[in-house]
């Protein structure tokens, strides 16, 4: 063979060997995945984000000391199935059906769809309905949330993921597992909500291990402090606490297969806590996510990304991590080289958006987002609309009516979250709680003019059906 074709077919070996190098650890197997969600979590209620409530989330604060967190992270859209399903698509939810609580297109491939053809071993424990239609996701082994004490029993979810991983073991697959606790979503441990509809449906929830007392958590800045509010936020925090039990029994199932060192964990949160100024919205409160990925000989221990990066990023990473050819028209773009400590193309903003709530009320937001600003577009705002949502459900929406009567601060904050206004803007880094909005502050002129043309232009270009409505409204307005 002369030098020119030996040359030749050494140049194809390596090309075709370059996606599995570039996808494995140290081992030179490809690897595994496992994506654990939590439901409803406030990104600031883990502690390694920053909680000053003792001993609230253990087990997660352990899997960031072993790998990298995320503290500029984002969900595109806040509220729980068509978070997920940008997880899955890759693409916004108006470019993949799913802007509320029903299916994604059919011609919308999945990531599902990608890792069964090339080889890997499927599995869901949890939220099953919340990824739909369930055939669009191939997958191989299904757990719904009545075999895992309504997505809340640790311990059964520890069984399942055992169970799981045993079998890629014997069929000698590499696996995907989409976990997804329950919790913190409503109802919450020990409420009253939780009993009724424990009996109300003839359902039995898990105890938690820790019961927190309303003098022991911390009220967030968005939220007045109020014996009711403090009162239901001991039992999200309790809620919490058995969610981080819960990541810590699949991780421990994880470890005892044998199969960890060949995995890359993700954690992340679909939205923020079901009260107000957060879930359903767009707020910092509303998006930001705790995001950690821990891949071990891949990602340094310890590490910390302030890049911006959102849950639309998450299937093409998969994709690159799995040496599995990219999608074409994928909205997101991959965060390997970020993780792995090379040069990546950085994210100027991040775009989140809100369509209809799991009423089929419609209150369609547009927000951008960098890591300092936050513009917010309400295109249902107009003065006699009412904002309802469920996260007005329960203790502390009531408790904040009832001081509205005798307190201004917490009547105007009342009447703002129900009707709002056309215009949101933020200093998220030195207001993350959004309690003060910049939009008529003549200093902040420049960065309003700057995020209503920055997100038209990004609306335009991702084919926003709204684009042209928050075109009209700016031509208005000027």
């Excluded at 919308?108 to 869901?124: D, F, H, M, S």
């Excluded at 022991?216 to 919490?240: H, W």
């Amino acid at each position: 063979m002369d030098r020119r074709n030996f040359l030749r077919r050494l140049s194809v070996l390596l090309a075709s060997a370059a996606p599995a190098a570039l996808s494995c650890s140290k081992t030179g197997i490809r690897p595994n995945f496992l994506l654990i969600t939590a439901d409803d979590l406030h990104y600031a209620s883990v502690g390694v984000f920053g909680c000053g409530v003792a001993d609230i989330t253990p087990n997660i604060d352990r899997l960031a000391s072993e790998g990298v967190r995320f503290t500029n992270a984002h969900v595109n859209i806040a509220v729980c199935q068509p978070c997920r399903s940008v997880l899955m698509t890759g693409k916004y939810p108006h470019r993949n059906g799913a802007v509320g609580f029903g299916p994604i297109f059919e011609n919308v491939p999945t990531l599902q769809e990608r890792l069964r053809k090339a080889g890997y071993y499927n599995g869901i424990a949890g939220k099953v309905s919340h990824l739909t239609p369930e055939e669009k996701f191939c997958w191989d082994k299904i757990v719904r949330d009545n075999e895992l004490g309504q997505g809340r029993d640790s311990a059964l979810f520890y069984v399942h993921a055992k169970e799981f991983f045993e079998e890629s073991k014997k069929i000698k697959k590499p696996f995907f597992l989409m976990a997804n606790s329950s919790d913190p979503h409503r109802p919450f441990a020990g409420s009253e909500q939780e009993k009724h509809r424990a009996v109300s449906r003839n359902l039995i929830y898990p105890e938690a291990r820790l019961y927190y007392k309303p003098q022991e958590i911390e009220v967030p800045g968005f939220l007045p402090d109020l014996p009711d509010v403090r009162k239901e936020l001991a039992q999200y925090y309790t809620s919490t606490h058995r969610c981080d039990r819960t990541v810590g029994m699949i991780l421990q199932a994880l470890e005892e297969s044998g199969l960890a060192d060949q995995t890359m964990v993700t954690f992340l949160s679909d939205n923020g806590m079901a009260f107000p100024y957060a879930k359903t919205n767009c707020y910092l409160s509303s998006t930001k996510t705790p995001w950690i990925v821990r891949w071990p000989g891949v990602v340094e221990p310890g590490a910390v990304k302030t890049d911006l990066v959102s849950t639309v990023d998450f299937m093409p990473t998969i994709l690159e991590s799995a040496g599995i050819s990219m999608i074409e028209g994928l909205d997101g773009e991959s965060y390997l080289d970020l993780i792995k400590g090379r040069p990546y193309r950085k994210r100027n903003y991040v775009y989140t958006a809100f369509h209809v709530t799991v009423a089929d009320r419609e209150y369609p937001m547009r927000s951008l987002q960098d890591k300092k600003y936050g513009y917010i577009y309400n295109a249902w705002s107009d003065g006699e609309t009412v904002f309802i949502n469920n996260a007005q459900l329960g203790l502390t929406f009531e408790a904040m009516k009832r001081a509205a009567e005798t307190d201004k601060e917490i009547a105007d904050r009342v009447k703002f979250f129900q009707y709002r206004i056309p215009e949101e803007l933020y200093d998220y880094e030195r207001d993350p709680d959004a309690l003060q909005n910049l939009v008529e502050d003549p200093l902040y002129r420049d960065e309003l003019r700057r995020f209503r043309k920055e997100l038209l232009e990004f609306m335009i270009s991702v084919d926003d059906p709204l684009a042209e409505g928050f075109r009209s409204y700016l031509e208005s307005s000027s």
